[in-house]
């Protein structure tokens, strides 16, 4: 069986607080998820290139890549395909580009909660 | 009792598509919570003082600002700060910004789900 492997994308920054907070984001799925990895579009390491060639490496060659955007930008709409495309081309690997989280319904019951908890209060569901 | 309005910051973005996802996030939100709205910080309407004008206009004094944003990166830091310090000195209002929606654990969680159900297996926890 192919090994696969998931990668959590995020867009990257030069702030380390910025991707602090991603790793923190990115933990419950990597505990829970085998070969499960994050990945940064620009600006940060690991990138996208380097988390691919890695899996590779190590016998991984199909991917999902989960972008955690909250919505589809021109990131998302073109520049990760495009990266996407070409990483395959150059390396043979399988990757697959997932909606970004945010178009997961679960994402809007999470915000919900957040708002209920930093009013202090339940809104009941 | 001083009515309180809940506002769900998003960027904003010219492409109605992008707005159209964080308007779908928002949606939980703003059925269960009484008198919460999505504004956006740019280039989309409402913006954020769009919204608390119209509160304010309604009898709300004071406001709950939940930043629909992963991570905290410079609008958060900067922008958003001087915008409803702005915003408070000119109308008298009071608004408290919490952290963005990313910092809360409740949001890894959700990605953790999120990336279960597109592997269609569920991991456990």
């Known amino acids: 069986m192919t ?4 990668i959590l994308l995020a867009h990257g920054s030069s702030d380390k607080r910025w991707c602090d907070t991603f790793e923190a984001l990115a933990e419950p799925t990597i505990k829970a998820v085998d070969n499960s990895r994050i990945a940064y579009m620009e600006l940060a390491e690991p990138s996208l290139d ?6 590779i490496a190590n016998g991984t060659l199909e991917f999902t890549v989960v972008p955690l ?6 990131h998302l709409r073109k520049d990760v395909p495009a990266m996407i495309e070409a990483l395959e081309k150059s390396t ?3 990757i697959r580009l997932c909606p970004p989280i945010g178009e997961n319904p679960l994402l809007g019951q999470a915000i919900k ?12 569901d």
């Open 69 to 74: 955007f909250l919505a589809a930008g021109r």
């Open 3 to 6: 090994r696969h492997g998931i």
């Open 50 to 55: 380097t988390v691919v060639h890695e899996g």
């Open 113 to 124: 909660d957040v708002v209920a908890l930093q009013l202090g209060h339940n809104t009941g």
């Open 92 to 94: 043979g690997a399988s």
